[in-house]
């Protein structure tokens, strides 16, 4: 059985009348909407309520769900602690999901902590809910720092568990939209405030979630959204199905967005599986910049693949150019995967006989030694984006005045300590920046004295 419907709700505690104290009468259409989404949830009695929150149990590379039996809070910490809730999981479908995940190879179950208190982003839509509906069980999912792609992809394994179950499910994507619209807000403004909440209730109002990939990153963390993996989950739970769509309400009274949104299924549509339409899309566009791509950068790739495949360091190959075999310099190897970092290794001076053997090692490096990262799994290969970013020589600067983010990289030094940032990188907007990041790299402070150098770079892509 498909999922009954699903429903985009914000969290905002002072909704709750109880912590409102009068304030909640703010967001009079945000209230009025989320007792018409309980009115719904009630008509379509659901054995069981799937809520994502971004508040809950959350991980960098693991999807937390709802472990145990069963789980408690309330809004004791805004002041209500009489408003209480007692919640009983599902754990047939909880276990479900986690096994249908690891089949696929998706990190997600029961796994880590398992603190049973619930969070505000669940407590929230459980207030409207609880008004209308009470026979009903909970699983509750965190969000994680993996890609949208790989939210979606448990969306996916989550409609597939509701099938196996044979449960009747309502999903409730907890998440609260821009909290940077309003001066006065508690986040201050930022243009991409209501730039993000317009964009993101066009589509989620017409449920065309296959947009929601489109979304990039910086541009999230500068409109300091809250919901955005949510939602994707949900749309992912909502994969290969028709969907009728209407936005009930968004508000930004109070500086952060709040938005309400309503799914309805009725009957498969294979245009709407956006997961394979992105990964498709995808697959094009890395196969054109691979053809454009330079011998320094195929270099690179064949080195990742090679120990990736085969655990072995490839030796130099034949047919390189002389500027490759003959030159010595420091390189740095960065290798993304569907727009994040995923691994980046580099030399500041030469350490090899060749450039060739530099860019080989540092390559090797990048994929497998990056201890920000998991070694790359020859699954990811396909998917993966490297660039190659030759050294010029460093020279010493009196000072940040003779700095330029986008054309110069900087080498902070004291003592032995040493930081390097390379330049014209993506969400490294001023020099101010860019020093303080690598200050932070060789774990200098701040206010300590410091000397800089700067140099140029030559970047292959």
């Known amino acids: 059985m498909p999922i009954l419907a699903a429903y985009m709700v914000p969290h905002p505690p002072m909704i709750v009348p109880a912590v409102g104290r009068g304030s909640e009468r703010q967001v009079e259409a945000t209230r009025a909407a989320y007792v018409r989404v309980a009115e719904e949830i009630a008509a379509l009695r659901p054995e069981t309520i799937i809520l994502s929150s971004p508040h809950a149990t959350m991980y960098a590379d693991y999807f937390h769900i709802s472990p145990g039996r069963e789980a408690e809070g309330s809004f004791a910490p805004f002041r209500a602690p009489q408003v209480r809730f007692h919640e009983t999981y599902d754990e047939a479908l909880v276990q479900a999901i986690a096994r249908q995940a690891d089949a696929c190879g998706l990190p997600a179950g029961t796994r880590g902590e398992r603190d049973k208190t619930l969070d505000h982003g669940t407590l929230v839509p459980l207030y409207f809910i609880r008004q209308q509906y009470a026979d009903f069980k ?12 790989e939210h979606y992809r448990l969306g996916q394994v989550i409609q597939s568990a509701v099938e196996e179950t044979g449960r009747r499910v309502v ?34 109002g017409r449920a065309a979630f296959g947009e929601l990939f489109d979304f990039d990153e910086a541009f999230c963390e ?14 992912g739970a909502l994969d290969g199905l028709a969907v009728d769509a209407e936005r009930l309400s968004h508000e930004d009274v109070t500086g952060v967005g709040y938005g309400i949104c309503t799914f309805h299924p009725r009957g498969a549509d294979g245009s709407r599986c956006f997961l394979a339409l992105r990964q498709r899309s995808e697959e094009q566009r890395l196969a054109k910049a691979r053809s454009k791509s330079d011998a320094w950068v195929r270099l690179a790739r064949a080195s990742v693949e090679c ?27 960065s290798i993304h995967k569907q727009g994040r970092l995923r691994g980046c290794i580099g030399t500041i001076a030469p350490t090899r006989a060749s450039l060739a053997e530099e860019i080989i090692h540092n390559a090797v490096s990048a994929a497998a030694r990056d201890p920000r990262f998991d070694p790359i799994r020859p699954e990811e290969l396909p ?20 700095l330029d983010v986008k054309r110069y990289g900087v080498i902070v030094s004291r003592g032995n300590r040493r930081g390097l940032l390379l330049p014209d990188l993506d969400g490294v907007d ?7 990041i690598a200050r932070q790299k060789a774990g200098i402070g701040p206010r300590e004295e410091v000397s800089l150098q700067r140099f140029e770079v030559v970047r292959h892509t």
């Open 383 to 402: 998917w993966l984006e490297i660039h190659v970013d030759v050294l010029g020589e460093p020279e010493a600067i009196a000072s940040e005045d003779e």
């Open 138 to 149: 909970l699983v509750r999912i965190g969000l994680s720092g993996l890609s949208l792609e």
């Open 222 to 235: 500068r409109a300091a959204e809250c919901g955005h993996r949510s939602f994707v989950m949900m749309a």
């Open 307 to 333: 120990y990736v495949r085969n655990r072995r360091v490839m030796e130099v190959p034949e047919g390189l150019p002389e500027a490759l075999l003959r030159s010595r310099a420091g390189a740095f190897v």
């Open 430 to 436: 001023t020099v101010r920046q860019q020093v303080a």
């Open 171 to 204: 999903y409730v994507a907890s998440g609260d939209l821009s909290h940077k619209l309003q001066p006065y807000g508690p986040y201050g403004f930022a243009p991409e405030g209501p730039a993000y909440d317009k964009r993101v209730m066009d589509v989620c």
